[in-house]
């Protein structure tokens, strides 16, 4: 099998190699192996037999120079929250038999260094709640000195030169930090033969699914209802991306769905308590994962001991379609990443600033407000500043925005009290702080939202119970603008998906 990535704007090598879609011997390669990884460390760290488990986890745990490449162009927007880049990609060790290769539907090719979906674990400051971010494997970006390409490739570019696994994931690094805006602490890898002997050791995880699932090409056959996994189950069932109505973005959710319940069996006192089972959990581990040098177990542990799998979200960055496009000549399958609303996602994911949240609005009056359109729907910029202006706003000349699916209003670090009050006449707008604006923005996204009129004079008591108001409800003028993709926590033991 090729090591090359999928087509990029800028080819490192000549030719092309098609997107690789419905192979049925592929490696997998999901994310997956690299999640399970570092919870199940952290939690068994967490556990009764912490120093047992860190001696014998840091005497095999492989380190390399992930984050020493890595310098972001983007804000540190979550401050002492923690990111953890989570990887799992097609590469095969070498010491894997026929019989593990048999047994995960795949052969002992020499798999590939692309990486496949890859997720940030956002571990809030106070360790007390996580996020798990999908980046789809197909996301069309820009990668640092390469051009745009498909996200799997990332970490391939950067092995060449002699840049080997290191160089891979920074090169990695880079580009979900300049996608995102988030900067990526810590780095875990796990091999394709990792999660099958993790998920081995920690025995059958129960899943429950809304309608039967049966797809050739990963394996699954699975009833309607609740199933018990076994190891190779447990692959074919992160892996199905066919039958599914969004492909591989589905094979996220199934992904993200099975790593909560896993972490519900994880902290279950069957596991915890048993000396046994943690010793060869931690072995299957320790055997398989790769971490940047700085990854200190004992810390992250600590940090993540009151994690419970009811605090553990799940998300998946908004995404505009997934279209087919032309590269050189080729058509290329991708996902388009909504780049304009990817800061008003992050925003949602850890909340809203102290300096916002105790600000008092300004006077209309007093705040200088752009419009620009990202909705598509043609005048939208200039019905919204007319609106603005009515209500007393000073106002720019309109102008238009990339495609976006939220409303945001953006603003600089300082003009709290000015965005508060845009966001006051824009219902469902969410509030998004960065340095890429000089001025409180109104970007208008493909949700609708959009300016509304100011409320005429409030009617006398004696007319106002006959009088319906026209003023939107608390709930809907709090809500925050809808993305793409939205935020699930499938910690709950009676959680199904389809």
Do not use: W
Request: hydrophobic share 35%.
């Amino acid at each position: 099998m090729s090591s090359q990535p999928e087509e990029t704007t800028l080819r490192r090598r000549r030719g092309s190699v098609p997107p690789r879609h419905g192979r049925q011997k592929r490696g997998f390669g999901v994310v997956f192996p690299a999640v399970a990884g570092v919870l199940t460390m952290a939690l068994l760290l967490s556990g009764g037999y912490a120093a047992y488990a860190y001696n014998r986890l840091a005497s095999s745990v492989t380190k390399v120079d992930a984050i020493g490449g890595s310098t972001s162009t983007k804000d540190d927007v979550d401050g002492k929250a923690m990111n953890i880049l989570l990887v799992g990609d097609d590469h095969r060790p070498e010491n894997a038999t026929p019989e593990q290769m048999a047994e995960l539907s795949t052969t002992s090719d020499g798999g590939s260094t692309n990486t496949d979906t890859m997720i940030v674990l956002h571990i809030a400051a106070d360790g007390r709640s996580a996020t798990m971010i999908s980046f789809p494997r197909d996301s069309y970006v820009d990668i640092p000195g390469v051009g745009k390409g498909k996200l799997n490739s990332a970490f391939y570019y950067g092995t060449l030169n002699s840049g080997g696994a290191a160089g891979g994931a920074q090169m990695l690094i880079k580009t979900i930090e300049g996608l995102s805006g988030l900067s990526i602490d810590h780095y875990v890898r796990v091999s394709l033969l990792g999660f099958y002997e993790i998920v081995k050791q920690l025995g059958p995880v129960e899943v429950c699914l809304k309608e039967p699932a049966k797809d050739k090409y990963s394996g699954v056959d699975l009833p309607a209802g609740n199933s018990k996994l076994t190891a190779k189950q447990a692959l074919s069932f992160v892996r199905q991306r066919h039958g599914l109505p969004n492909g591989d973005l589905d094979r996220s959710v199934r992904q993200q769905y099975f790593l909560s319940q896993e972490a519900r069996k994880i902290l279950s006192a069957g596991t915890l308590l048993n000396p046994v089972k943690t010793t060869n959990i931690i072995d299957a581990i320790g055997d398989s994962v790769e971490t940047d040098q700085g990854l200190d177990l004992l810390s992250l542990a600590s940090q993540l001991r009151n994690l419970r799998p009811s605090a553990i979200q799940s998300a998946t960055i908004p995404i505009l379609g997934t279209p087919t496009i032309d590269v050189g000549g080729s058509a290329l399958s991708i996902v388009e990443v909504d780049t304009v609303g990817m800061p008003a996602f992050v925003q949602g994911l850890i909340g809203q600033s102290d300096a916002y949240t105790k600000a008092t609005a300004a006077a209309a009056s007093g705040v200088s407000v752009t419009v620009v359109n990202g909705s598509g729907i043609t005048g939208a910029a200039g019905a919204a500043t007319t609106v603005l202006a009515g209500r007393g706003f000073q106002v720019g000349t309109p102008g238009s925005s990339d495609t976006t699916i939220a409303t945001m209003v953006q603003y600089p670090a300082g003009m709290e009290a000015q965005a508060k009050a845009l966001v006051a006449a824009v219902p469902g707008a969410l509030p998004v702080q960065t340095s890429s604006v000089q001025g409180v923005t109104l970007v208008l996204g493909k949700n609708g939202k959009t300016a509304v009129a100011a409320e005429p004079a409030a009617p006398s008591s004696s007319s106002a119970a006959s009088e319906p108001s026209s003023k939107p409800s608390s709930k809907a003028a709090s809500e925050p603008s809808a993305t793409s993709t939205d935020v699930h926590n499938y910690g709950q033991a009676d959680s199904c998906i389809y």
